[in-house]
């Protein structure tokens, strides 16, 4: 046996707490996992226009996906807010991303 | 003894290994833990309601802290997302919320 700092529990209680309590961050992490990178939208301007230019596209090529006008497209990458909800999803859903509450 | 399905493995060196993993995941969880109860921003319209609800505030209430009038609040509510995104984000604070790009 080795050193077993919690050697008055049970060891099958024990593991069968670690695998409880491994099961339950799995399911926590499962749900955000794709959060892990996750930015506020005030700051998401950067990362748009990042994967835009990763992926080698133009405002223009998301322009032409989205239907949405280079203008407003121009004031996302740009921290504008001042662009209405429908819009600014489907830029970032061109780019990959998606929009979320918490 | 209880059952120990993973009987082969010295305990000692299971023990370790479960260690190291509640450890990784643990960290994984505290980049990412305000996220984990997310929803899409589609979906937010319940989360929003049931938060102001919880809060005991009024749509009124939430446009006098805000200066978003009730009918966009009233569209917010509704899973519109021809909100603009400033106002949006002002409603979703009113009611401890933030909005996120990943």
């Given at each position: 046996m080795t050193t077993n700092k919690l050697?008055?529990?049970?060891?099958?209680?024990?593991l069968?707490?670690?695998k409880d309590r491994i099961e339950n961050q799995q399911r926590q992490l499962a749900t955000s996992d794709k959060l892990a990178n996750a930015?506020?939208?005030?700051e998401?301007?950067?990362l748009i226009s990042g994967r835009r230019?990763?992926?080698g596209m133009s405002q223009q090529d998301v322009s032409d996906i989205?239907?949405?006008?280079c203008?407003?497209?121009s004031k996302a990458e740009n921290?504008?807010?001042k662009v209405q909800l429908d819009n600014f999803i489907a830029i970032a859903k061109a780019t990959g991303l998606k929009v979320w509450v918490a």
């Open positions: 050697a008055e529990i049970p060891t099958g209680l024990l069968e707490a670690l930015v506020p939208i005030e998401a301007a950067k230019n990763q992926l989205t239907g949405v006008s203008t407003t497209i921290s504008s807010m």
